[in-house]
Each structure stands twice: as structure tokens, then as C-alpha cells.
């Protein structure tokens, strides 16, 4: 999330000025957001806003508090999918039932997000619409194939996970929307997943992550394999070369081993404290062939 | 513009109402407005866990959130733990197990200890190290901390304490 | 696991039991006070605005669009403060500032004509809220001119390079020279000499209550009330007067619980200058409480030191003589009234420790940088601890031999000579052989070999490491002959008195800040007194009641030189009671007892005097006893016979050659501190302090780019240790050699974070040796581990 460093003049940490909205319905909500355009900024959560306003590098002049708008609040299930309201805590998935049979991954990846009082606050929504290019939640979203459901006054949009993240703390949502749910596709039976990451301490922001999802085939060949990055660049990242290149192989070692080296190889993510892109790099791979090594298992294949 | 809101919320079982500067976090309002001073505040960037309170029963950290989120809510804070002279069975715990040493911590190290054991009593160290990783604690080392929850536990269990 | 807790039985000593601490139930309710909980009626809040350049001419401050601010009551700018104030030498009160070779600047509050780090405070906005005053700073316009920033040794070195502080004219804080022993004859009777160059970095107390204070200037009585986060409240005092022109006098200082210091708050800071002037020209009180990115860009930093080190040694493992050149960036202004740049001659001053080495010869040179204050840190010295305990094991590691052999072969034993350190220190009673073997057999070393083996082989990487020292906390000393074990700090008061409702009072010139002086002194109270442990009561934190001390609570000398005041105090007070219960009972001085706060014959408990009678007597009949009788003794302590504190540590470790993370999977420590008061308390602190060292190699770093930016202002680039970084830590107690008859307690408070630096960093190297992994610096975070291996450049 704080990638950016700070200004320090006054090394702030208290909130600068703005206007609060608190509407009841997700109607007035998407009104003031048509009224107010790019002055406007949703609050859903706060855990990851109300410390950018702190430190004063978010300024919107109008915030528009989701917390009291009851309808994003609900979590469902239909043929093939679990919908999740974008205002429905981390919390609250990570400890569903429901969610631990059909999307496995997002269960074993929430755990990773903070800590339990962050999670016990934090949105669904609220992390894919902020867009951390760190963060788990767009990486399961990309590795599912989740399906955003974004709405504003004159009507409602879906956008496929791919096309959703465009750049760090940038999403699809245009000034005047609103994500609104996100319907994360049931994982089929028998196909492995898991979800790694490498932080400094435990709960840290991720210093790289995967996701990733595998399906063999009656021979133990790969028939089907998705690597989701996060960490790595301005955004989530789906590893399709190296996902194509699985395809039709026999899950080795040193397939995979090989997979997690295509995966990583053009990547540039950026250099900060804890250590330089080719580091990062290199725990990307690491952190890949990890992943997809459970993931294998996890689909009934031997090593 | 007017940035002053009406709210409404239970803090420590007792009602509260008043104006507030929408900007005003639910640390600030504990601590200011309300004098609840321990509610302590070591970095108001959400990492430290100092600030941890009760909203809604669930652990949340008091910095990361606005008074106005708290609108209709029920907190509880430190102070609202012991009954009269009577610790409550986690701040006994820690008293008995030597948890904390400057105390600066310790208000939200007990927040977090009260949310996870009302959760789960019978948590084990492993489960108590990872619930308790969100808070940041300089002087103990940590492991008195983590006994003292693991015996607050044992007095629910075997003591019927209640938390 | 601490599954009882021991009560003492009424009569029982309290000493060396685990008592439940006196503090707890008003910090585990909320009721503790701390800085930010303070409220003066009419209290104003400041914030200052701080310098985003290292280095800058500061050529303009323009508070007009911030004074027209409604709630702005007012700014201040260097130049406001400069004219209001004197300037500071750091050190100058309490004559720092005259060791030979140091320089010593002039510098204010706030930076006046050039900003040397990024915090350097430029303006001090007052107002009626915090969020107003941060408000105000976004409208404050200032205009630099950038200069070379000096970050590195190198760029302080560089006589090309602008001067930090144009009155000093290069960036050299202090240079020294330092050779005892026979260097060149131990140098020529070596086998062989080993060469390392080792870095120490930067990291930070950070305690989680940073900094706070408020100026209260009282016009009326011409006083000025200052409350504060601090650990030495005559120190503000005594500092401050001269730089705001108030006799101390007229100052007090007030501090009530402190959230932690290690040694941070020890000081004044230059903001509290600032803040005692605004409040002097408001008429009002102002109130500044640091937050967590000021404090880690402008409370000051610790530990930035390397050694370029050559070691002459025999073939079986014998260090026989050391030449350091050492070096310090100590930062931009110096701290006062303990300028950074003093800790370069510690590095080789303090090296020897427990070695039986013939001679050190030293250089050692103190450069400024545009980089936060050097401050003092739990155990300044550690440096030199980790310089000898990393080069036994580089000396090791050279010779092929086991790290325990070369310290078994190199520490002094007890009573063969030599019997001094090569400073004349006496070695007396050192235990450092003991803590060796007990450590050596809790962590079972050759068990271990043979698991290490047997991991690698499954492509798992465990180390074991081990560190020893001796810390003078006092160090033993001959009461005759000997200055007092306090030094430069002094002596230790201790006010001990009988109030009228038979309590005790205790006045300590401590400032607890987590140690738990409220228990402990009130411990030894108890067992001297005979007056049952929740009848006794400490007090501290205003100066207008405690004895005046340099240092309040620091360089771990609570243990021997408040409990021993306390002691001395509380046996002195108890024969002026019990000659006063003599004349009233008519009873020999030898036949009484004092037992559950009651005075009577031995043998005949039923009749006595409990002592709020025996107080209510002399207060208001007075003519019943001796004339001039009170009861209250002021007692000053110089530390008794003393004795050596120290330990062995061992920790093992598990390094992911794949991520560079590290696990500690084990640490053992053996310590030797005399007579814990309460075994509870030493053993918190052992494992508060290691968990710091744990973290200083892990985790922690005060970065700075090449540019002089810091790169860690917040929490999530200041890491610091968390429940799963540490493991339970097993600490085991030496027999320990008592060398006073009453008083050999033993300060404990710093050696867990001497020690563990040095025994983590020899761990993670003998985990990866075998890959050829040679550790030179103590930061081994996962980027640096993976670098050392090769896997990644730098």
C-alpha cells in the first residue's frame, strides 16, 4: 500500500480536512459520487485509506463511507460461484465455510493480509478497489478469474479481474463508480491450489506472493495450470507463457522448477529497503515454484 | 464546509453523543474527548496495535478508524475490562505473569488477548503468537505476554473465569 | 512457563522472590499516565515543520499564509528561537563537551541558516488542535539551497566536501588514539595476523512512546513546569537552564510513567528547547507529542560503527593483541549532554571484556553526517561486545576450530592471572568459564554437530552461535580505595521514610521507564524494614521531591546502586525506629524486632508498637522521644564492593537458503547478576534486550540513501521483532561470586542486548559457512543473507 515515502515537512499524522458523507443506500452513495467526481473517494474498510489520509498523501475533499450501505454486505452462493459484497470484512470470508470448499485459494490467501484486527475492518472491496500492487487479494481475484461487478447511477458493468488492475493503487473504476461485488468462480473438484508468500515478518506487506491453480489430467500431465503474481511490478500478473508451457508436461521438479524461472524472467519489479529488483526477483521464482508445487500436490500429483 | 457531525455510540457500556470533527479517528475521541487515555497511540499508522480496542466485540485498531465509522457502534476499551477493583481474567494474567514492562503496549495487547479468547479459549501458543503478530510490544521479548494469555485461557477453563 | 507466582509470606524475605509488580494494576486498567495524557488548562499543541533535504542552505521561512490560519496561535522559525535562547554545546553542563579531541558546535532548537538531516525542525507551529498545527505546516513556505550531502564515512572524510557546521570547519567530531599494552612485542610473537573489516548499522531504540513534552511557563512565580517523557528529569533541568536563561531553580520537571527509552530519553532534545521558549513567550502551556514518523527520522539513531581490525594470534586459537581503526558517523547534532561521537573510544576502550589479550592499540575517528543524532542505546559500548565476540569466531572460523575452544582458550579464569583487564580493572570474580560450560551442555554441542550434519544433507541450514561479556554494572571495586561505582553519574540517593499512617516511603532519584523500581526497591525495603511489601510505596518523576541525578535510570545501575541506597537507607531507618521503640517500650535495642509493620520485644509479638503509632508519637509527642528524632533517613550509596554482571549466550538458527529468512529456533542464556531481586523482572529484561539484538540483525535499519534520504520513516520499513520472530528463550542463572555484604545485585538491563547481536550474526555464519558465507556485517537482512550466498549481487 505505502510504497510512496511520505512528504515530511510536517511529518503529518493527523488527517487533513474533508467533507464526510455517510449514505444508507448504495442510490445516494453512487449520487454523491456522480456529484463530486474526482473529489470524491469511497471509504469502505479504512485500513488501508485512513493512514494515506494521515499522512496526508490521499486529499479527497469528500469522503463517502460505505459502512452503513447494508447491500453490499452480503455473501452469496449460486451455480458455480461465490459472490462477494464489497463490503463483506476479510474477517468474516476467511472464516466461511462456504468459501474454504469453493474457493480455496481466497481462504488460504486471507490469512496473509495483516493482521486479525486489520481483517476484522477490512473490505473485500476495499483491497481489490485500492489496487496494491502488493496485495493478495488482486492476485486471487487474477488467479480465479474473478468478475467485478461495478455500478454507478446510470447502470451496472462487469470487468473481468485481468482487465480490472491497471497500474499500482490504479483500478478500472471510473470516478463516478463503484465495485459493488465479486463473483469468484468455484474451483473445479480437483484442481490444486495454493498460496505462498515471502514477507519480512509475519503480516507484513508481501515482499512477493503467488497464487496458483492447477489441473492435471488422468496421466498426471498439466492440463491446465494459472500463476498469479503480486509483488512484482505495478500490479498483479497473470504468468501466461509459463502457464501455456505447462500445459501437457508431467509436474516434475524440474518442471516446475523451469515454470517458476519462465514466470519471473521478464519481470522488473521495482528496488525499496528491503531489497533490489533482482532480489525480488529471485524470491518471485522461489515463491512461484513453491506455489505450484502445492498446487501440483494439492491435484493429486506425485513429485 | 462544515465538518462537524452528530454521533452515537456505546463506549464501556455507556452511551455517548456529541459533535465531532469528521477527522477526528476513534483513538482521538476515546482518548480526548472521552479522557479514556488508555487507548494508547504509538504509530497511528495501523502497525503497532497500541491503539487496539473492541468495536462491535471484534479487535479493530482504534487509529485506522474515523469516530464517524464508529457512529451507532459499541466500543469497549481497556478501561472497561475491570470490574471495580476486580481485574478482569487477562489483565489478572498478565498481572500474575510479569507480560509487559513500560505498560505502553499493554492496553492493546490485552484488547487483542480479551478478542481472541472470547473467541477461542483453548488457544494454543502457536495460535496466540500469530493472533498477537499485530501487535508490537519493546520491552518484554514477548513470551511473558504470550503466557499470560495462554493462563488467562486456563482460567476459563479451568476456573470458569469469565471474560 | 511461569505457572505460580511466589507471594511472599509476611516476615519471609521478599528479596529474590518473583513479587507481582506494584505498577500492573494501573497500567493493566488504562490508569497509567504517560505524556499525551497529561492536560494543562489552556494547553496549547505544536508540531514542527522539519526539513525534507539532507543538506541546504536555508535561504527563506515564510509563515504568513500559516499564521493567517484560524486556531494558529503562533510560529516560530530558527530565527525566533535563536534570538530567544542560547545556543547549545552539546555537553557543555556537564563538562562532555571538553573531552580531548572532540568537537563541540553551536546549534539551536530549530535550524536556523542550514538544515542538516531530513527532520532537522525548521519551524515550531502552535495552535489549538495537533491536526491544526499540521494543518498550518502545509502553508509554510521555505526555500533551500542544496548542498553535498554527507552520508558516508568517505563523504565525511572528503576534504573537497562542504562542512556540516561551518563553525568546526571539516566533518570530524572527534578523533583518538588509544595503545595499551605492548602492541609491537605482541604483534611479533604471533603466528599468524587475521584481518576483518566489520560494520555495525544503524538502527534505533524506538520505544512506543516516542518523545513528548510540555512547556508550562508559570509568568507569576517565574517558573517553568516541564513534563516529560523522559528517564532523567534533573538532566532537562540542568540542560536547559541555560539555553532559555531560567535558573534551574525555577525549573521543574515532572515525568510520570514512561512508555520506554533504552537509553533515547536520557537527554535534552532540541525540540524541548523550543518548545520551553514558545511556552515562555505564550504564557501558556504547550504540548508537542512526537509521532511515530517524526520519531524516526529525528529522536536519533545508534550504532553506526566499523572496525577495520587486525588480530595477532597464536595457531591454536590465542588472541594476543588487536589493532581497530575505528569509526563512527555519530550525525548531525551532537546529543546532549552525551555527544554521539564520545561511543568511537568505547569501541576500543570497552573491547576486551573478558579476554586475556596482552594489547589493543586503537585509532578511532568520529565523523558528522547529514543523518539523525547519534543517541545512546541499551549498552552505547555494544559495539566493542560485537567486534570481540564476531572476531573470535572470524579467528575461529580462519584456524578451524570450534567457536566455544577459542573463547575457552581465550577468556580469563577466575583468580589466574591475568587478574586485570589491561585498563587495571580487576577480573575479580568473573564466572565467564562457568556460563561457557552450562551453556555448552543445555545446548548439547556435539548433539547439535551431528543434526547440523545431518540437516545439510537434507539441504537445511542450522547454525549455533555463542557470545560472552562482562559488563561493569558496577564491576567490583574496593570501597577504600576505589572512586564510586557510579562514575561520572555519582552516588545514589535515596530518601526512606515512615509517613503517619505507618507506610513507607521511598523517594528513589530513579526514573523507571519499565524496569519496575516500584517492586523492586520496595522489595528490598521490605525485607530490611520488616514491613510487609504493599505498606511500602515509591516515588519519582518531579524533580522537586527526588535527589538530583545526572543520569535518573541508565547504564543498567539501578540494581546495585538504588537497591543498595534503599537498603543502606531502609537499615538506617530501621534503628532510628527501633531506638525510638526502645525508649518507648522501654525495651533494649537488641531484644526488638520489626515484624508485619510492628515494633516489639522478640518473643512476645502481642505487644508492640506498630509504626504509625511509633510516627503518630514523634510527630505529635515529641517530647516522649529522643529531641530532633524523624523518621526519615537520607542515604547515599557509592556501590559497595560490587562485582562483574555478564553472560553467556547461545542461540541456534535456521537460515532459508532459498528466501535469506532466518528462524531462531533456540536461545540459552546463562547470566551471572548477583542477586536478582526479582527473578521475574531480571529475566524480562534479558529477554526484552535480546529480542532487540534479535531484531537489530533481522530486522531493524535506519537507512539512509547515498542521497541522505531516509528510507525508514515508518513502521513498515522500520521493522521491529514481533510474537514470531523470537522463540522462548531458556535462561538459566550462575552461581554467582558475592563480593559485598549486603549489596550484590547486579545491573542486568543492557546485557541481553549487548550479547545477542554478536551470538545471532555467529549462528547465521555457522549455518552458512560451509557455503562459504563470511558474515562482516551485523544487518543480515534476507537481501543481505542472499547476496552472501551468491545468489543474488549486491
Known sequence: MLILQPPREGEPLKTPRFDYHAPETLEEALALLAEHGDEAKLLAGGQSLVPLLAMRLARPAQLVDLGKVASLDGLQIDDGHVSVGAMVRERTVERSAVVAERVPVLTEALPYIGHVAIRNRGTIGGSLAHADASAELPAVAIVTEATMVVRRASGERTVDAASFFLGHFTSALEDDECLVEIRFPSTAPGVGWAFEEVARRHGDFAIVGTAAMVALDGAGAVAGARIAQMGVGDRAVRAGEAEAALVGATPTPEVIADAAREATAGLEPASDIHGSSEFRRHLATVSVRRALTRAVERAGGTR | MSTERSIGLTVNGTPWSGEVDVRTTLADLLRGELALTGTHLGCEHGVCGACTVLVEGAAARSCLMLAVQADGGEVVTVEGLADGEVLHPVQQAFWESFAFQCGFCTPGFVMSAVALLRENPDADEAEVRETLSGNVCRCSGYQTIVEGVLLAGRKVRDEGAVL | MTDTVEEPAIGARSVGARVKRAEDPRILTGRGRYIDDVTLPGMLHAAFMRSVVPHGRLL????????????????????????????????????????????????????????????????????ESRSIAEDAIELIVEDYEPLDPIVSYEDALDPAKPAIFEDIGDNIAMRGEMVIGDIDAAFAKADRVIRASVHVHRHSPVPMEGRGTIASWDADADQLTIHSSTQSPHMIRMLISPQIDVPMEKIRVISG??????????????????????????????????????????????????????????????????????????????????????????????????????????TTTAVFSNKATYVAYRGPWATADFMRERLLDIVARELDLEPIDVRRRNYAVRDEPPLTMLTGQSLDGITIHEQLEQAAEIIDWPAFRRRQATARSEGRYLGLGIAAYLESAPGPRNPETDDQAGGIMGPEHTIVSVLRDGSIDIVTQQHPHGQGHETTLAQVASDELGVPFERIHVRYGDTDITPVALVATGGSRAATMANGAVLHGARELRGKIVSVASDLLEASVDDLEIVDGTVSVRGTPGIGLPLDEIARIVEEEPERVAEGTELVVNRAFHGGRGGWSGGTHCCVVEVDVETGLVSVERY?????????????????????????????????????????????????????????????????????????????????????????????TNAIEDALATLGVRVRDQHLSPAKILELLGTVTG
Request: charged share 20%.
Open chain 3, 668 to 760: 540459552v542464556v546463562v547470566e551471572d547478576c548477583g542477586v536478582p531481586v526479582n527473578p521475574a523482572i531480571v529475566e524480562g529484561q534479558i529477554r526484552g534486550g535480546v529480542t532487540q539484538g534479535i531484531g537489530a540483525v533481522l530486522l531493524e535499519h535506519a537507512a539512509y540513501g547515498e542521497d541522505g534520504e531516509l528510507l525508514s520513516s515508518t513502521f513498515m520499513d522500520y521493522l521491529l521483532p514481533t510474537t514470531t520472530l523470537v522463540p522462548n528463550f531458556e535462561i538459566h542463572h550462575v552461581q554467582s561470586i558475592l563480593r559485598d555484604p549486603d549489596v550484590n545485585f547486579r545491573g542486568v538491563g543492557e546485557g541481553g542486548m549487548i550479547v545477542a547481536p554478536a551470538t545471532v
Open chain 3, 257 to 362: 510513567d514512561v512508555g520506554g527509552a533504552f537509553g533515547l530519553k536520557t537527554g535534552l532534545f532540541r525540540e524541548d528547547v523550543a518548545l520551553a521558549a514558545a511556552s515562555i513567550d505564550l504564557g501558556r502551556p504547550v504540548k508537542w507529542i512526537e509521532d511515530r514518523i517524526e520519531h524516526l527520522s529525528s529522536a536519533g539513531q545508534a550504532r553506526e560503527e566499523m572496525a577495520d581490525m587486525e588480530v595477532a594470534v597464536t595457531n591454536d586459537g590465542l588472541l594476543l593483541a588487536v589493532r581497530m581503526d575505528v569509526k563512527l558517523n555519530s550525525g548531525a547534532y551532537p546529543c546532549d549532554p552525551f555527544p554521539g561521537a564520545m561511543y568511537a573510544g568505547s569501541v576500543s576502550g570497552s573491547f576486551q571484556g573478558p579476554l586475556k589479550i596482552e594489547a589493543i592499540a586503537a
Open chain 3, 60 to 127: 527563506a521561512v515564510d509563515t504568513s499564509e500559516a499564521l493567517a490560519l484560524p486556531g494558529v496561535v503562533a510560529i516560530y522559525t530558527g530565527a525566533d528561537i535563536a534570538a530567544r535562547t542560547t545556543a547549545c554545546h552539546a555537553g557543555s553542563v556537564v563538562g562532555m563537551n571538553m573531552m580531548p579531541g572532540l568537537a563541540s558546535p553551536a546549534f539551536h532548537g530549530l535550524a536556523t541558516d542550514r538544515v542538516r538531516f531530513v527532520g532537522d525542525p525548521i519551524a515550531l507551529v502552535v495552535a
